[in-house]
């Protein structure tokens, strides 16, 4: 073997490995913005999911099918919270009032989650178990407004003077590749529950 021999197994080597390293990042790069697209698309139907739910119970704030059985619909809030509420409403439409209860868990009943500040939104209807899932919600914060449009400070001492509601929600995913957690917020602004000043 020849030096002009050597020099080209070394030129292929240092090529070959160069060529490597690439194909290497270039593996991981794909990786990293699969995880990371798929990874949001999961948290924006995480937070419709919520939405639509959310959206549908308060929009029932006072509402029974039977409408005689809530009297007076602005006793329909019974507790408010920046983080949770309780509210009369009838939730199957069967006539019967029912009391349906939202808040946001410790981020200890999700320790097992590798993000550190997600936590479940607890749906509660009369006095079943607690239900909720982990949507990757973050931050689940209400407002509360009076008719004058002041905000009412939390908690509502007096949740007959409600009369309108801001939400706002945080959803991350529950894992990231690198500890880059995808973030999606939403805020409903001054929703009303149309059945709260309807009789």
Not at 6 to 25: E, F, K, Q
Not at 36 to 48: A, D, F, H
Not at 76 to 90: E, G, Q, R
Request: net charge negative; hydrophobic share 35%; glycine share 8%.
């Amino acid at each position: 073997m020849g030096f002009s021999t050597l020099i080209d197994l070394l030129g292929s080597t240092v090529i070959g490995g160069m060529l490597l390293l690439i194909l290497l990042r270039v593996n991981d790069s794909a990786v990293k913005n699969t995880y990371t697209y798929g990874g949001e698309l999961i948290v924006q139907q995480n937070l419709v999911d919520a939405v639509e739910l959310l959206e549908y119970d308060f929009k029932k704030i006072g509402y029974c099918k039977n409408w005689q059985a809530i009297p007076d619909p602005s006793k329909s809030i019974l507790t408010a919270d920046s983080n949770s509420i309780s509210f009369l409403t009838d939730v199957d439409s069967d006539g019967n009032v029912d009391t349906l209860h939202y808040y946001t868990g410790s981020v200890d009943d999700l320790s097992s989650t590798p993000n550190p500040r997600d936590r479940i939104l607890y749906r509660v209807v009369n006095s079943e178990t607690p239900g909720g899932s982990n949507l990757g919600i973050t931050q689940f914060k209400i407002r509360y407004y009076n008719s004058l449009g002041n905000e009412l400070p939390c908690p509502v001492t007096v949740p007959g003077e409600i009369n309108t509601m801001q939400i706002d929600i945080k959803v991350e995913n529950y894992a990231a590749y690198d500890n880059e957690y995808s973030t999606i917020f939403w805020r409903q602004i001054r929703m009303a529950a149309r059945n709260l000043r309807n009789r």
